[in-house]
């Protein structure tokens, strides 16, 4: 979330409701009212300019739109230095009584490695998606049970928050007094002084043997060897930053 905004005049707090999980959210972003003036504390300035956008190569996954490799102009723009953790979200839900579309649907996808191998056979017939059968669509599950009913985010608080939705994100973005990024300026960021590498230090996942991200690492969906440290999500601030 980043690019702070200008403060709204006035101000409402948005009321959790008893909306049944089967119905469309109509108010997702409803708290634009509550705006606030962004701050930059815990943000990065990014001058922008020219830059390639894109990627094509061996890694390259078609379906996602990656390619083709095409120069882009971005003005300057500021952006959070991590993602929004838990605690952060929290802050937000605490503030604003806001309800995510998690929770106004009854349920949410959850990593197949994630849940017990009982479940997993008992669900796999219905609860997953032809091409994507890693993600299993669990009653319950929301950003405070991110595995479903039993699971917490006591231990996570400084992980990344989970089952938001883009309506969800936006919410959080405006009451912040920020916005989000546009895919362009998101790329930019995220290849840090690098283009056309694999990684924003370079071609080696692990310079020196260091690993400086949290990636899957095995068998892809069936084995993760989590040898950076996280077999799943990772603090915010798990990894160093970047020289």
């Known amino acids: 979330m980043f690019e702070p905004l200008e403060p709204k005049k006035g101000c409402c707090t948005p009321q959790r409701n008893n909306t049944a999980a089967t119905d469309a959210p109509t108010d997702a972003v409803s708290i634009s009212c509550c705006e606030q003036k962004g701050s930059t504390d815990g943000m990065i300035r990014l001058e922008g300019g020219k830059y390639l956008m894109g990627y094509v190569g061996p890694e390259e996954w078609q379906s996602d ?19 929004v953790s838990n605690e952060q979200f929290e802050q937000f839900v605490q503030a604003t009584n806001y309800l995510t579309e998690s929770e106004r649907f009854g ?5 197949i490695g994630q849940l017990s191998k009982s479940k ?28 479903g009913p039993g ?28 916005r989000l990024p546009t895919e362009a300026e998101w790329e930019y960021a995220a290849r840090g ?3 056309g590498t694999m ?4 071609s080696d996942l692990e310079p020196n043997g260091k690993h400086r991200c949290n990636v899957w690492q095995g068998n892809f969906p069936l084995t993760n060897t989590a040898e950076d440290g996280y077999e799943w999500t990772a603090p915010v601030r798990a990894f160093r930053k970047m020289d």
């Open 193 to 195: 002084p690098s283009e």
């Open 199 to 202: 990684y924003p230090w370079g």
């Open 65 to 83: 739109g990656e390619g083709p490799v095409r120069e882009v102009t971005l003005g300057p723009f500021w952006l959070d230095q991590t993602a």
């Open 107 to 111: 349920w949410a996808y959850v990593f």
């Open 120 to 147: 997993q056979r008992k669900l796999r017939e219905t609860k997953t998606v032809s091409g994507l059968e890693w993600w299993y669509a669990i009653d319950g599950a929301y950003w405070r049970k991110p595995e």
């Open 151 to 178: 699971s917490t985010i006591k231990k996570r608080m400084d992980h990344p928050v989970v089952s938001v939705s883009w309506n969800d994100a936006v919410a959080y973005s405006r009451w912040t007094g920020k």
